[in-house]
């Protein structure tokens, strides 16, 4: 195999802060109205995009990468939130079994690829190995140097074969990501997302970073580069996020056949059973206070 290192990004040049997250030069948060608007037109084409890859054929993979409370899984969510479940699924693999652990590390992650005319969207994905599971001690460091030099032959693979990769890695700071913490302790909604892992790595902050930074120096290569994404506003960063992805995939508007609703047929003597006949769902929504008002017919 030959050496592929020539053609991989200094690791200097891909900085744990980046100039627009470095204090002193954050930019404004973006207004709700701004980003629902935007949002929404950025979900539109994301529906054009998936009629394009359902109707060429065509497998994108798409990785969601970066630190826990990062945004991750708020961006897949955004970007999942009109597109049709058939086409675009959602990856996100529990800790491996004994099984998967007796097999070849890439194999579960195979198995979840796209076939022609889907989306897959990895929350988390094979970087596991060089985040978590390298900072944890889950893996020896024999099999992380392995990684490190099987993923860049993986990736090149999937690329030769057709499939359209694309990593991103959501940059938060310690003090957002901290804010979000705390914010989900408070929220019994959300609390659930929290784990002892995720509070371990705010006192392995620094271990993670240089983690991440060897990830890069292996990884982020001319044919699968990674992308950043500037995490501590979520609404910039999302939109960030999607505006990219769709300006990297060659996608076009495909011509989809008028509808046309027919008339329903004339009535035929059907009656409906009566209504006591059947085991209706309560109404709770007319205890709330407020909810007051016209009935309406069944």
Same mark, same amino acid.
């Given at each position: 195999?030959?050496?592929?290192?020539?053609?991989?990004?200094?690791?200097?040049?891909?900085?744990?802060?980046?100039?627009?997250?470095?204090?002193?030069?954050? =930019? &404004?948060?973006?207004? !709700?109205?701004?980003?629902?608007?935007?949002?929404? %037109?950025?979900? #539109? *084409? +994301?529906?054009?995009?998936?009629?394009?890859?359902?109707?060429?054929?065509?497998?994108?993979?798409?990785?969601?990468?970066?630190?826990?409370?990062?945004?991750?899984?708020?961006?897949?969510?955004?970007?999942?939130?009109?597109?049709?479940?058939?086409?675009?699924?959602?990856?996100?693999? =529990? &800790?491996?079994?004994? !099984?998967?652990?007796?097999?070849?590390?890439?194999? %579960?992650?195979? #198995? *979840? +690829?796209?076939?022609?005319?889907?989306?897959?969207?990895?929350?988390?994905?094979?970087?596991?190995?060089?985040?978590?599971?390298?900072?944890?001690?889950?893996?020896?460091?024999?099999?992380?140097?392995?990684?490190?030099?099987?993923?860049?032959?993986?990736?090149?693979?999937?690329?030769?074969?057709?499939?359209?990769? !694309?990593?991103?890695?959501?940059?938060?700071?310690?003090?957002?990501? #901290?804010?979000?913490?705390?914010?989900?302790?408070?929220?019994?909604?959300?609390?659930?997302?929290?784990?002892?892992?995720?509070?371990?790595?705010?006192?392995?902050?620094?271990?993670?970073?240089?983690?991440?930074?060897?990830?890069?120096?292996?990884?982020?290569?001319?044919?699968?580069?990674?992308?950043?994404?500037?995490?501590?506003?979520?609404?910039?960063?999302?939109?960030?996020?999607?505006?990219?992805?769709?300006?990297?995939?060659?996608?076009?508007?495909?011509?989809?056949?008028?509808?046309?609703?027919?008339?329903?047929?004339?009535?035929?003597?059907?009656?409906?059973?009566?209504?006591?006949?059947?085991?209706?769902?309560?109404?709770?929504?007319?205890?709330?206070?407020?909810?007051?008002?016209?009935?309406?017919?069944?």
């Amino acid at each position: 195999m030959p050496d592929k290192s020539r053609d991989r990004r200094p690791a200097e040049t891909i900085p744990e802060t980046t100039p627009e997250t470095a204090p002193g030069s954050r =930019p &404004a948060r973006l207004p !709700r109205p701004v980003y629902e608007r935007e949002l929404l %037109r950025l979900q #539109e *084409q +994301l529906v054009v995009m998936q009629e394009w890859v359902r109707a060429r054929g065509v497998r994108l993979v798409v990785v969601f990468e970066g630190r826990d409370a990062a945004g991750k899984g708020g961006a897949i969510k955004r970007v999942t939130e009109y597109l049709n479940p058939r086409v675009a699924r959602v990856v996100a693999l =529990p &800790a491996p079994t004994e !099984r998967e652990r007796g097999q070849w590390y890439f194999q %579960r992650y195979a #198995e *979840q +690829l796209p076939t022609a005319g889907e989306i897959a969207l990895f929350d988390r994905s094979w970087y596991n190995r060089a985040g978590v599971e390298r900072v944890m001690g889950f893996c020896t460091e024999e099999e992380h140097a392995r990684f490190l030099g099987q993923c860049p032959v993986f990736e090149r693979l999937l690329i030769e074969d057709g499939i359209l990769l !694309r990593k991103y890695w959501f940059s938060v700071g310690d003090e957002e990501q #901290e804010r979000r913490f705390r914010s989900r302790m408070s929220d019994p909604t959300r609390r659930w997302k929290l784990s002892p892992v995720d509070l371990e790595s705010r006192i392995r902050w620094e271990a993670y970073s240089r983690a991440k930074d060897e990830m890069f120096a292996h990884t982020d290569l001319p044919d699968s580069p990674w992308y950043v994404v500037d995490a501590d506003d979520k609404r910039r960063a999302r939109v960030n996020m999607i505006a990219h992805l769709l300006s990297t995939i060659p996608y076009e508007e495909v011509p989809r056949p008028e509808l046309s609703l027919p008339p329903r047929p004339s009535a035929t003597g059907y009656e409906r059973p009566p209504r006591d006949t059947q085991t209706w769902v309560p109404d709770h929504a007319a205890s709330l206070p407020g909810a007051e008002g016209k009935t309406r017919r069944a």
